[in-house]
């Protein structure tokens, strides 16, 4: 038969702390947002050079496809570029408050 050891020879292991406030919650999910945009800002701005060149070579078939991906690429960059404008006034705007 096998004793039963007493609650006081037990170690306890203290219990996992997680960081689940919503400031950590928030910065993670504009940081993985951010890089996402980022992300899809660049590949249409592939896609619409590289329609350009195709357009060039002779091998695009339809000009509307070209203008349509050079579009996309120009209003994707000039989103990016709103919400960059819009971040650095919020940061100017915190940088001037009174503590």
């Known amino acids: 038969m096998t004793t039963i050891d007493s609650p006081n020879s037990i170690t306890l292991m203290p219990p996992e702390t997680r960081d689940t406030s919503a400031i950590s919650k928030s910065a993670a999910g504009f940081g993985d ?19 350009v ?14 203008m349509i991906a050079v579009e996309e690429a120009d209003v994707s960059l000039r989103m990016l570029v709103q919400m ?5 006034t919020a940061y100017e705007e915190i940088m ?4």
């Open 53 to 66: 060149t195709k357009l060039q070579s002779g091998e695009a078939r339809h000009l509307h496809e070209v």
């Open 33 to 51: 947002m951010l890089t996402s945009m980022l992300g899809k800002v660049n590949e249409a701005q592939i896609t619409g050079d590289e329609a």
């Open 96 to 99: 001037r408050m009174q503590i």
């Open 84 to 88: 960059r404008n819009k971040a650095l």
